[in-house]
């Protein structure tokens, strides 16, 4: 379990798997305390439940905590959405907490929208149409419900990407990977000629190997692959991707590469193994 | 009993029809199998001066403690004998996937030992331990397909047929033993062919022990399985894929509107992520790496392949438009065995005239028995019609007769033309290509300079074929290819090498599995020898030869790149080990196995000098070719953009080859020291006593 | 001539009298046809209905689940195979598999022919039928022709499973499936079928194209022609008896 605020790691282990009941309401009321105090947020049940022995139980746990006196503090509130959080009352008033739940509400919905949009439409989520999630958005509260996430071990999956032109998105890496999070971002910033130079770039020198043109009919792109022939003009002559060289095979392939990393003997040979030796060598 | 092995060898003597059964343990235990046992054969009964046709001459159809299990991937079966392609019938080992490897092994035999020659064409039934010599003359000059039909008519559907055709039957050199419609060893037909030897029909309903708790042999399988990549070890997807960090080069395919065009229905494979294991076998759409990704996607019906293989690599495909040439419209194989067909012509077919000529070359030749040798033959024909030699040397009359015509129009009548001549050894020409590239040295001088001269010609020494070589990791791909007999058919430095993953992390795994990053160089990009990269080429020999023994599929293993990120895309080189001491029982270890496949190539190479009858492997036999040297002409060594070998450095290569083997550096052959170590005192004093062994 | 012998051995009470002579069960059955899954009757192995004095259970409830195989996708690996009696028996047996690829991989279920490469497998179109256990609904041959009432319906699958405490091994079920589906252990001398791993079916996990699914059950009987038509299958006396019941 990540570190956070002031959270001291696991109660001591005592006769097996049992924890001693003592030592785990002092490990909880040290992190509800600390959420509060340090971080001004509630804590999750969720992120509560790894330090008990038997979660299905969490409840009456903290029943008998909560009957304690040296933990009279630490309150339970329910959310609208049916998620339960801690607060010390030592620092927050009902009222705040009842405020608070609503914030953790519109993380909540923020989280399950991209976690869908990575995973069933392999999409990223504009951080600009956030605002429909959140009912009267202010932009500014919005920044603050991302620095919050991101602390959040709960929704550490979660993460934001800006493409060259500023525009933000979020995405889960359990279903997007970071690479392919990139490929999206860059696609969304509309600039098909610098799509292709980022991607040309990147494949010269992460594996390396130029680019087949063909490859960016890939719908991760989003390029209308018939302008083909006007993006790579476009690319060639420009000063910004002067770096950017067409090459073509043997077999009539066109391949694009960066000099940054290829030179282009290099990029002739990989290009003919790739068209013609691959296939005379199966 | 160890768990795999079944105990039994049987022994076949086809002069005096006896038949017999052996200890497996008792004698081969220290060569595992497979390849390792028919070496050991080899070696204890087959005479220097031998020749391949000699009744004398020995078959070995080995399979190993792992074939037949669930051991992905447990399907082929090593054929050893000498080799009649090799102008020196050297011997040699061809392999066969499909199934009837394991379907010995369900008959209760560990490997099959051929012997001697039978005085009337005859046929091997195996239905476990009934095993009987029947005659073969109805099937005798029957095409592999039809006698496949007729003995599965006879004793069961469920049997499995290791055949020959009539290339085999004539003695044409370059001829192949086929199972199971597609699956093909080179180099040994027509030693069954000088046999009388048509068939082997095996029918198993045996059982092969796992010593390891049923459970306990699961949740291994199950560990290994997510490790695996695609056909040829690809462990990124071709294309952006969102579950997947890298992409790009390798076969694994799969990808929307990537359809199998002619299943019924068609079916579209579509993204197979790396931990959906219930579509590992559709990563591979085989069909756009062996005809494009059109065509590929159009005529395939579905991929198959070989036993217990859960990644498919055999393009089954529809084609209506071959039956008009006699030849069913349903083809299946791949790589090699699908493209040899255009690779008579020349310019180069193209298209759906290119798909058409690989689907009939494969229909006539899996048929006729007929082995390409990895497409050597084609490459030597077009040289050959380029530089006028068949009208140098064929009879004005045969050269007149050839249908040239057709070979412009790259007909596919020109491939019937053509197979047909080979297989039936019709004329000069049918002669000199049915003996094969090597032989040809010996017929028409200008090929054996034009074998070692032209790069074109992808030739590696006399007169075989490379597969793979300097194109693939530089230095070690020409260290693999010096040992071998016939075309080296290594895979493990290539795999490795096209893995698909950026060159940083194949270098971090290169450090790890061999020593330092600078083993592992970026292709065509080609720098100075070191010791890892002798590692890289020594494990790569061993590997094979330790598969081949096993057996495992040198394709698909062995794990060194897998496509799980959580492990940082490591694979797990000691699954070996695993799955040997799981099955068996018999617990060894990496470095065991590693041992244990080094003494089987060891004794690989006192094979190779007893039948050379040579000592000085280094400078006479493990020979590198002129263009090793040369191409591209205008490029120097160690500079981008090609794999051009420097000749001071391949010898450096050469010592830390051997060295790193513990041969003698000077001959390139094994000292006594080293054999005695490995336990071969036997043949270390056999070589001594035949003035062969030197230190 | 024979029918006469029929007529006058069986000596039906009229209770019993629609399954009197095989001709008429047949006609009854659909014989020839596809969906013939019936139990053979033949002459003079029949006693009356009042002679038997112990009854079995013989109707069982449908199975909730099955295995189903989309020739489509089949490759011919055989890891169903392989599975199936290595995470079962801890061996590699294909002939013990209660799953078959092997016996249709070369030449299709219609086995050589002439002119095979019309036909299916991978000497013809390529197409690889799998054969999976059908979990028969009522009457389930395998179950009843046990003489030892060894094939028992198990809960919660109700798969249709060989008890092999009750089996002594005398392969009267392989004679009776007309699928072909039931297998022997030579090893322990009994008889073994598709148990549906009880709910968690190790091909179906193990099958590398997804061409094997584990699928609410359904009667598949009628949908495909029998490998073959069972005969010389006597019906044990107390399955005998207690057809009578409903089948009057």
């Not at chain 2, 393009?315 to 791949?334: H, I, K």
């Amino acid at each position: 379990m990540e570190e956070n605020g002031k959270h001291s790691g696991s109660p001591q282990i005592i006769e097996g798997n049992k924890l001693d009941n003592e030592v785990v309401y002092a490990a909880i009321a040290e992190r509800v305390r600390a959420d509060s105090t340090g971080k001004g947020q509630l804590t999750s049940l969720e992120l509560i439940k790894p330090l008990v022995y038997d979660p299905g139980k969490i409840q009456s746990y903290l029943g008998e905590m909560m009957g304690n006196e040296g933990y009279k503090d630490i309150k339970l509130i329910t959310a609208a959405n049916g998620g339960t959080h801690l607060y010390s009352e030592k620092v927050f008033t009902r009222r705040d907490a009842e405020r608070l739940t609503l914030d953790e509400e519109v993380r909540s919905r923020i989280i399950n929208q991209v976690r869908e949009d990575s995973s069933k439409k392999e999409s990223l989520t504009p951080v600009s149409k956030l605002g429909a999630l959140i009912p009267g958005a202010e932009l500014d509260k919005i920044d603050n419900h991302l620095a919050l996430m991101s602390g959040d071990e709960r929704y550490k999956d979660i993460h934001i990407i800006t493409n060259r032109k500023g525009a933000r998105y979020l995405y889960s890496e359990t279903f997007l990977t970071c690479n392919y999070a990139e490929l999206l971002a860059r696609a969304e910033a509309n600039d098909p000629v610098a799509i292709i130079a980022d991607t040309v770039r990147d494949d010269s020198r992460i594996y390396p190997r130029p680019t087949n043109l063909d490859m960016f009919k890939a719908p991760v792109f989003k390029i209308d692959f018939d302008e083909m022939g006007r993006y790579t003009s476009e690319l060639t002559k420009s000063p910004e991707y002067k770096d950017i060289k067409l090459i073509k095979a043997s077999t009539g392939a066109i391949y694009l590469y960066s000099d940054l990393y290829f030179n282009p003997d290099l990029a002739k040979a990989t290009v003919e193994w790739e068209e013609v030796g691959r296939y005379e060598n199966p | 009993m160890a768990g795999g092995y079944t105990g039994k060898t049987l022994r076949v003597d086809l002069t005096t029809g006896k038949i017999t059964a052996e200890d497996t343990l008792a004698k081969y235990k220290d060569y595992i199998g497979g390849a390792g046992l028919g070496y050991k054969v080899l070696w204890d009964e087959v005479p220097a001066g031998t020749k391949a046709w000699d009744p004398v001459n020995r078959l070995i159809f080995g399979v190993g403690p792992l074939s037949g299990t669930g051991a992905p991937c447990g399907g082929r079966v090593s054929t050893i004998s000498l080799s009649p392609p090799s102008q020196f019938e050297l011997p040699a080992v061809g392999h066969m996937g499909g199934h009837w490897g394991p379907e010995l092994k369900f008959a209760g035999w560990d490997s099959i030992i051929i012997q001697g020659k039978a005085n009337a064409p005859c046929w091997i039934s195996i239905q476990d331990d009934k095993v009987e010599i029947r005659d073969a003359k109805k099937l005798w000059g029957q095409g592999i397909f039809q006698a496949t039909a007729a003995i599965c008519a006879d004793i069961g559907n469920d049997c499995h047929v290791a055949a020959i055709g009539q290339a085999g039957e004539n003695l044409v050199r370059l001829s192949n033993v086929m199972n199971d419609r597609s699956h093909s060893a080179g180099l040994h037909g027509s030693v069954m062919g000088s046999k009388n030897l048509k068939a082997i029909g095996v029918k198993g309903t045996g059982a092969l022990k796992i010593s390891m708790d049923k459970n306990a042999w699961r949740d291994l399988v199950n560990a290994y399985l997510p490790l695996m990549g695609c056909n040829n070890q690809g462990v990124v997807p071709s294309t952006p894929q969102s579950w997947a960090e890298f992409y790009g080069s390798t076969r694994w395919t799969a990808q929307k509107g990537a359809f199998w065009g002619r299943a019924t229905p068609a079916f579209d494979v579509g993204i197979c992520p790396a931990d959906d294991l219930n579509k590992m076998g559709l990563r591979t759409h085989k069909g756009i790496q062996d005809h494009g990704f059109e065509l590929g996607v159009k005529y395939t019906t579905r991929i198959g392949g070989c036993f217990g293989c859960p990644i498919r690599c055999h393009t089954a495909m529809d084609n209506p438009n071959l039956e008009q040439y006699g030849v069913s419209r349903f083809q299946t194989n791949t790589c090699n065995g699908i493209s040899h067909g255009p690779g008579w012509y020349d310019p180069a077919p193209t298209g759906e005239k290119q798909m058409l000529l690989k689907q009939i070359g494969s229909a006539l030749a899996d048929d006729y028995g007929w082995w390409s040798d990895y497409g050597q033959s084609g490459r030597d024909f077009v040289y050959m019609k380029k530089k006028g030699l068949f009208e140098k040397y064929l009879p004005a009359k045969e050269y007149a007769a050839i249908p040239w015509k057709l070979w412009e129009a790259q007909s596919p009548d020109f491939s019937k033309w053509v197979y047909k001549t080979i297989t039936y050894k019709e004329g000069e020409f049918g002669q000199a290509f049915a003996d094969g590239p090597e032989w040809m040295e010996t017929r028409y001088p200008e090929m054996k300079e034009a074998h070692l001269k032209e790069y074109e010609l992808q030739s590696w020494k006399f007169g075989m074929a490379k597969h793979h070589s300097t194109e693939a990791s530089g230095q070690v791909g020409a260290l693999i290819n010096l040992m071998r007999n016939a075309h080296a058919q290594n895979h493990t430095h290539s795999n490795f090498q096209g893995s698909g993953l950026p060159l940083a992390l194949k270098k971090e795994i290169g450090a790890e599995l061999f020593g330092t990053p600078d083993a592992v160089d970026n292709n065509n990009d080609v720098k100075p020898m070191n010791a890892g990269k002798a590692r890289f080429a020594v494990l790569s020999m061993i590997y094979q030869d330790l598969h081949d023994s096993l057996t495992l599929c040198n394709w698909t293993q062995p794990i060194w790149a897998s496509p799980v990120k959580e492990r940082k895309y490591r694979g797990d080189p000691e699954a070996e080990a695993k799955f040997f001491s799981a099955v068996t029982g018999i617990n060894k270890t990496r470095g065991d196995l590693e041992l244990d496949g080094l003494r089987i190539l060891t004794l690989f190479r006192a094979l190779t000098m007893r039948f050379m009858n040579e000592a000085d492997m280094r400078n006479k036999h493990d020979l590198i070719p002129e263009w090793a040297f040369t191409y591209p002409k205008d490029k120097e060594p160690f500079t981008s953009g090609h794999a051009k070998m420097d000749r001071a450095d391949m010898e450096k290569a050469k010592d830390m080859f051997y060295e790193q083997l513990g041969y003698d550096v000077k001959t390139g052959a094994p000292t006594r020291a080293m054999l005695e170590k490995l336990n071969m005192k036997s043949v270390a004093d056999e070589l001594e006593s035949t003035k062969l062994l030197t230190v | 001539m024979e029918e006469k012998n029929e007529n006058s051995v069986i000596q039906l009470t009229p209770a019993s009298k629609k399954l009197s002579t095989r001709r008429e069960f047949l006609k009854v059955a659909g014989a020839g046809g596809a969906g013939i899954i019936g139990l053979t009757i033949i002459g003079n192995a029949m006693k009356t209905a009042e002679a038997a004095d112990t009854k079995r259970v013989v109707w069982v409830p449908n199975p909730t689940m099955m295995i189903v195989g989309d020739p489509t996708r089949c490759v011919g690996c055989r890891r169903c195979e392989i599975a199936c009696t290595e995470f079962n028996e801890g061996k590699t047996q294909p002939s013990l598999a209660r799953v078959k690829i092997n016996r249709n991989y070369l030449f299709g279920p219609q086995g050589t022919q002439v002119g095979f490469w019309n036909g299916e497998g991978i000497y013809g179109n390529h197409r690889i039928v799998q054969d999976t256990c059908r979990q028969c609904p009522h009457p389930v041959s395998c179950m009843d022709a046990c003489p030892n009432g060894a094939i028992e319906a198990v809960p919660p699958t109700n798969a249709r499973v060989v008890n092999v405490e009750k089996c002594t091994g005398c392969k009267a079920c392989q004679r009776a499936c007309p699928f072909g589906m039931t297998t022997f252990n030579t090893e322990i001398n009994k008889a073994s079928k598709c148990h549906l791993c009880n709910g968690d079916p190790q091909c179906v996990k193990a099958c590398p194209t997804g061409a094997l699914q584990y699928v609410p059950w359904r009667d598949r009987t009628k949908e495909m022609p029998a490998r073959f038509i069972p005969v010389s299958v006597n019906l044990p006396d107390d399955v005998k008896a207690t057809c009578v019941t409903c089948h009057k």
